[in-house]
């Protein structure tokens, strides 16, 4: 099912908060080419609701809490185009190699 354009944040400045977010995405989640935004958080639902609040926080954007069929862990999903692009403006993901983005590379120490 595609993801369609709903309302969200953008022209996001890079905070720690969402820092934290980029790195959960590059450690443990993916984008899908259809404006899927997944999560995998682990194994505790705290970690999961966490996740939740970063994305509500920053982009506006409500997400799906539930179980992951395959491996039972926690798993957060957004569905917004929007969000999706907004997050690959800031890094690259879903690469074999992934690199730490230039503009975390770059930020003041909070952030990095």
């Not at 899927?36 to 506006?60: C, H, M």
């Not at 185009?81 to 770059?106: C, N, Q």
Request: glycine share 6%.
């Amino acid at each position: 099912m595609p993801a369609h354009r709903k309302k969200c944040n953008t022209n996001l400045r890079l905070t720690e908060e969402l820092a934290w977010l980029l790195g959960m995405l590059a450690a443990d989640g993916n984008l899908t080419a259809y404006g899927q935004i997944n999560v995998y958080p682990g194994l505790t639902r705290q970690l999961a609701d966490r996740v939740a609040f970063s994305i509500k926080l920053l982009f506006g954007v409500e997400t799906k809490i539930g179980k992951d069929v395959d491996n039972n862990d926690w798993k957060v999903t957004a569905n917004s185009r929007t969000m999706h692009d907004e997050i690959s403006s800031f890094a690259r993901f879903g690469l074999t190699e992934w690199t730490i983005p230039d503009k975390v590379k770059h930020a003041d120490e909070r952030i990095k």
